[in-house]
């Protein structure tokens, strides 16, 4: 039973919700203890903030005493805005003299404050439609403060936490952003001519503040900003948004790319607004932000710190920062919806999402007059990332957004002089006009065109035969492209571009050729070094996939120089990149772990307060590779061996419904082997494609993977059904995890797999409560080709998931009876689904 602050009434917590099981996911992905509150049967959705902290303005320093002398908060000392990098030279814009009127000031507290009338403060911000409930009582204690606190309205919020939008990724060469009327494409060849006629476009700064960057502190030539804490660390994956800062970042980047990225890492309302104040001080140019804070009108005036704010973005406003945003995929109307920084932030640039016609507007698009202007927001490229190695593209206003501050970079960087007020005015002046909700479409060349002025140079050949074919520029590891600092590179009509590259070992290969399929074609080969064609599938030539203004050709040639050989009809910028694999297998993600010494620790289940990740329950993609052994006496000769995988866990107990259960399968042959806790064998199997392992219960094993020759081979733990509560006559299959908990992708390997749910009447860690849908996604299309379907014990559908049309599809369980169910997911048989996901629920009950 957990202790209650002060005159906080016990049903105000609801430990086990909706809402404090999303604040836990959020916990999970964020590493950062997340609140939640919730307005039962209302209909909203929960509003996460960080537990324990309050933002009071600095014009109230009475309150914040308050909170820290009668409440036990503790203050966190402001801190000095950071010294601009080097790089970033002298800001071209002066600071205006008044400075921020206030800024808001952070109070924390390591226990629940005891507020007096705790259940009366709670009672006068609850809203007509319903009562508030919190996830946990440090957050009804905080929220109680907050409502305490004798300020004007907006003078004192939760420190809430901002959504960004995950990356929705389709096929890469399926749709262009760079044919469409909003020609951003067209502005990038324009600023790429300019500096390639000799021009020096001025330098240009593109903040992106986001999450989820693929570059670490330490790399060459990275600006880099944490605005939590002013270091130079932004962080990997953000498990909530993915690679979402990188796609962004890339998305600006392949929309122009002469502004210098300064990728910026935020966490919170307050970083967010700390954020805005560092580039307003160091000159930056242009901001991107590609993400929403939404609140309810029920807590506009006590959750959000309103008056900082705005007095933040005035600020930046003044320094003659231009600053973009996106206006949110929920449908809504702004700024009816309360969507921050879309609506209610003075100075911004709001952008709505196109949909694929590029000329009406995607219907998950917030819109309203809030929507400033209208930009490609379907099937927009993104960058490279740990989960799409060969690139996608994407739905969202995420991806409108940064091609409009591209575009602003982009007549910063050729009109250096432009105001902030006069890139908005030429932005609106240019754009195409809309219909329907769309009011202004965003003319990226037009503008660009308007703010420069000038004509195109004349475009330049390289490399016009196989013998003078120029060397392909590494631009990081893996990778070549034409130049080391952009893509895009202008040609003439009918000109033959020769690239070369070398590959050191047998490698898969894949070519990717980007260009503007409305006023150029292009043709792709590659030729090896006696100048044959390349045969790449068993025809007589190089087999290339074609797509919307994109060419791509992939297999596995063994080393030696190649070039490749590009032909133009008709004018054309175009991007090139060529990405290698040697194919000898690599060691995986455990090594080294060759010994029962070093064993790696895996395990079946994940409890509810579990916040680490990374090694089960789920499935592992891992490999027999080969190493070199060296002697330790002389001669010291070097053996090529094949090395052992060791693997440790505790087996929990059948608990009567599911049972541990270890699975492997292999593309070779490898043998198996169980040990008991001192090491001693227990069981041995020689796998040669599959097979499946029931260790003893309550024990602690250990396993070893052996073979003769490398592989590939899949480790899975997972709790099955136990065969006595299996659907019908159907095959063993895995029980769902709590989707609150985050175990990972859900396996896919055959067209068709079962997994089982059980459905409860009240909450419970390890069931779905009724009322609760059974949801899945993957970031593969918007619309999933996945049939989901939810099986009685006696084999009959009482459930057939719904696509929302955004990647997500949700089985209602409303009306069904307490018990074990099966969910039968099916997917054509020459389509992969990777990173399938268990999603938060859609609740069709109360509470």
């Not at 476009?201 to 944490?226: C, E, H, K, Q, Y």
């Not at 709790?719 to 659907?727: F, I, L, Y």
């Not at 396996?747 to 009240?762: D, K, M, S, Y």
């Amino acid at each position: 039973m957990v202790s209650l602050p002060h005159q906080i009434p016990d049903e105000v917590v609801r430990p086990y919700s909706f809402a404090a099981k999303a604040a836990h996911q959020r916990s999970v992905s964020g590493r950062r203890r997340a609140g939640a509150v919730h307005v039962e049967g209302g209909g909203s959705a929960p509003e996460l903030f960080v537990e324990n902290e309050l933002l009071v303005s600095s014009d109230y320093p009475d309150g914040v005493e308050y909170l820290v002398r009668e409440l036990g908060g503790t203050r966190v000392p402001d801190r000095p805005l950071p010294h601009p990098p080097a790089e970033l030279g002298r800001p071209r814009r002066s600071r205006p003299a008044d400075g921020v009127a206030t800024r808001s000031v952070k109070v924390v507290f390591r226990e629940p404050p005891q507020v007096p009338d705790a259940a009366a403060a709670l009672e006068q911000i609850a809203p007509a439609s319903g009562r508030l409930t919190f996830s946990s009582p440090m957050a009804a204690a905080v929220a109680a403060a907050a409502a305490s606190l004798e300020v004007p309205q907006g003078s004192v919020g939760l420190n809430r936490m901002t959504d960004v939008s995950s990356a929705l990724p389709r096929d890469p060469g399926q749709r262009s952003m760079f044919g469409g009327r909003s020609r951003v494409a067209d502005a990038g060849q324009l600023v790429d001519s300019y500096r390639l006629a000799g021009c020096d476009p001025a330098f240009t700064t593109l903040a992106i503040m986001d999450r989820g960057f693929r570059v670490a502190a330490s790399d060459a030539g990275v600006l880099a900003v944490n605005a939590a804490d002013d270091s130079r660390d932004i962080g990997g994956r953000d498990e909530n948004g993915g690679w979402h800062g990188h796609h962004i970042a890339g998305v600006a980047a392949s929309g122009g790319s002469v502004a210098r990225p300064l990728l910026m890492r935020f966490d919170d309302i307050a970083s967010v607004m700390r954020g805005i104040r560092v580039c307003a001080a160091w000159g930056v140019d242009v901001v991107n932000m590609s993400f929403t804070v939404t609140t309810s009108e029920w807590s506009e005036f006590w959750s959000f710190p309103d008056t900082d704010w705005v007095n933040t973005f005035r600020f930046a406003e003044r320094s003659g920062v231009v600053v973009v945003v996106a206006a949110g995929n929920d449908g809504r109307k702004l700024p009816d919806a309360r969507v921050r920084p879309a609506t209610r932030t003075p100075g911004v640039i709001t952008v709505g999402a196109l949909d694929s016609d590029d000329e009406s507007a995607a219907q998950w698009s917030n819109h309203g007059s809030s929507v400033s202007i209208w930009a490609p927001g379907t099937g927009v490229p993104v960058g490279l990332d740990g989960d799409s190695p060969r690139g996608a593209t994407a739905d969202g206003t995420s991806f409108s957004a940064p091609l409009v501050a591209a575009t602003a970079a982009m007549m910063r960087a050729v009109a250096p002089e432009l105001s902030n007020t006069e890139v908005r005015t030429l932005l609106l002046r240019t754009g195409w006009r809309g219909h329907g909700r769309v009011g202004t479409g965003l003319d990226a060349y037009a503008a660009v065109e308007a703010a420069l002025a000038a004509q195109l140079p004349a475009p330049s050949d390289a490399g016009a035969t196989a013998s003078s074919a120029r060397p392909l520029a590494q631009i990081r590891p893996g990778v070549f492209a034409p130049q080391p600092d952009t893509y895009s590179i202008a040609r003439s009509d009918r000109g033959v571009d020769h690239w070369s590259f070398s590959l050191d070992d047998y490698s898969a290969v894949a070519i990717t050729v980007n260009f503007h399929a409305r006023i150029a074609d292009l043709e792709l080969d590659l030729l090896d070094s006696c100048g044959h064609r390349v045969d790449f599938d068993g025809a007589d030539r190089l087999a290339v996939i074609r797509g919307d203004g994109a060419l791509r050709a992939s297999g596995v040639i063994p080393q030696g120089d190649y070039v490749i050989r590009v032909s133009a009809r008709g004018s054309a910028a175009y991007r090139l990149e060529v990405s290698h694999t040697a194919v000898p297998l690599r060691s995986d993600r455990f090594e080294s772990n060759n010994t029962f010494d070093d064993a790696t620790v895996l395990r079946f289940a994940r409890g509810p307060l579990d916040l680490s990740v990374g090694h089960g329950p789920g499935t592992f993609g891992l490999t027999l590779h080969r190493r070199v052994v060296v002697a330790p006496v002389f001669p010291n000769t070097a053996t090529s061996v094949v090395d052992s995988d060791h693997f440790q866990f505790h087996v929990p107990a059948h608990d009567g419904k599911r049972i541990p259960t270890v699975t492997i399968a292999s593309d070779k042959p490898l043998t198996a082997a169980l040990f008991d806790e001192f090491q001693r064998p227990i069981q041995v199997h020689e796998v040669t494609t599959a097979v499946t392992l029931t260790p003893p219960e309550r024990t602690h094993c250990y396993l070893k993977i052996s073979g003769t020759e490398q592989t590939r081979y899949r480790l899975g733990l997972r709790m099955m059904a136990d065969p006595r509560v299996v659907v019908a006559d159907l095959p063993a299959y895995e029980v769902l995890p709590p989707w609150w908990v985050d175990s990972g992708p859900l396996p896919f390997p055959e067209p068709l797999v079962h997994f089982g749910v059980e459905l409860v009447t009240e909450p419970d860690p390890a069931g779905t409560v009724i009322g609760e849908s059974v949801s899945v996604g993957a970031a593969t299309a918007a619309d999933l080709p996945v049939t989901a379907e939810l099986l009685h014990r006696d084999g009959r559908v009482v459930g057939v998931g719904e696509q929302n049309g955004f990647g997500r599809i949700d089985i209602a369980t409303d009306g069904l009876l307490p018990g074990m169910y099966a969910v039968r997911l099916t997917r054509p048989a020459d389509i992969a689904i990777n990173g399938l996901r268990l999603l938060a629920p859609v609740v069709r009950r109360g509470g």
